[in-house]
């Protein structure tokens, strides 16, 4: 077919391919959840039904998007990694990127009702993403590692900020600055001393963030069939394997995670 001569602007589009055999981490981040999370008002520190929303959202990406292998959330962001062997859209990272970003916002919009029956959306959320490579299996380990790290540095602060603003009466910068140059333990002190609160116990969704993996589950299902040399319709129960994705809380810091789902990262596809 003859080409218009409009054609040539296609030449104008950059590649932006992800360089081969590498992970690629897509990271949506909520923007300026901040002023969101205050006019949908969120429970603070944590508010459970946040975070199981983000969750439904990224598990509803991995069901989209087959070739993520995992993907970490905390907070108003989430990580979704694709196997190092994916060609999906020729590897080409806007692709990665809008995909996953767009799929994770239409979602927190499509059942924001499930997890807030009783708060109304009022106002469209949106939220960023970045691509970012790792060439190495100990880089993505490291990636992952340090989202939980700041995970639990962030959890521990606001789980301290707040109850010395809601149990103890202090003014926001007053806790702010009885806080300031405080190390974990002291702040874990403070919890326990002042509050009798001992931060292990905290729930593990707020202090971990959630990890979700594919896991093989067992479906059966009811289906009618028709054998050729019966007059009858009979019900059949089929059972078939069916890849779920499904969220752990629990450390992904440490070698133990790694050893216990050693497929996660060594699978083909
Ligand atoms: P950005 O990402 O630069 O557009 O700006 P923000 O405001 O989204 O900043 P970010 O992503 O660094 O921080 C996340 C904000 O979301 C932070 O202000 C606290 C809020 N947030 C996230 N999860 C919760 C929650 O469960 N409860 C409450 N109260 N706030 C939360
Ligand atoms: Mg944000
Ligand atoms: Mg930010
Ligand atoms: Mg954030
Ligand atoms: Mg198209």
């Known amino acids: 077919m003859a080409k218009s001569k409009f054609e040539y602007v296609r030449d104008f589009e950059v590649q932006d391919t992800c360089l081969q055999n590498c992970w690629v981490v897509v990271r949506v981040d909520g923007r300026n959840f901040h002023r969101f999370s205050d006019q949908h ?3 603070k520190p944590n ?5 199981l929303l983000m969750n439904h959202c990224a598990k509803s990406v991995m069901e989209e998007i087959k070739d993520i292998c995992l993907a970490y959330g905390q907070s108003d962001e989430y990580s979704f990694v694709f196997h190092r062997k994916s060609n999906w859209y020729k590897r080409r990272a806007s692709k990665f990127m809008t995909h996953v970003v767009s799929q994770f916002a239409s979602s927190y919009v499509f059942y924001w009702n499930e997890f807030f029956p009783e708060q ?3 106002y469209p959320p949106g939220f960023d993403g970045r691509v970012v490579l790792y060439p190495s ?4 380990k ?4 340090w989202r939980q790290a700041d995970c639990h540095i962030n959890n521990l ?3 301290v900020f707040w109850a010395l603003v809601q149990k103890s009466g202090l003014t926001p910068a007053q806790a702010q600055d009885r806080l300031k140059g405080t190390l974990s333990g002291d702040k874990n002190e403070i919890l326990f001393s002042e509050f009798n609160i001992n931060y292990n116990n905290e729930p593990v969704m707020y202090r971990k963030g ?3 993996l594919w896991n093989k589950v067992n479906e ?4 009618v069939i028709k054998l050729p040399h019966e007059a009858e319709e009979k019900e059949v129960e089929v059972c078939r394997v069916r890849n779920q994705p499904v969220v752990l809380h629990c450390d992904i810091i440490n070698d133990a995670f790694w050893e216990e789902h050693q497929n996660v990262l060594s699978a083909e596809s």
């Open 220 to 223: 059966i299902s009811k289906k």
């Open 210 to 212: 959630s990890v979700i």
């Open 41 to 43: 008002n969120f429970t």
């Open 47 to 51: 508010d459970a039904r946040a975070l």
């Open 137 to 140: 299996e100990q880089n993505l």
């Open 157 to 159: 602060y606001n789980t």
């Open 142 to 145: 490291d990636y992952l590692s």
């Open 120 to 122: 109304p959306i009022l």
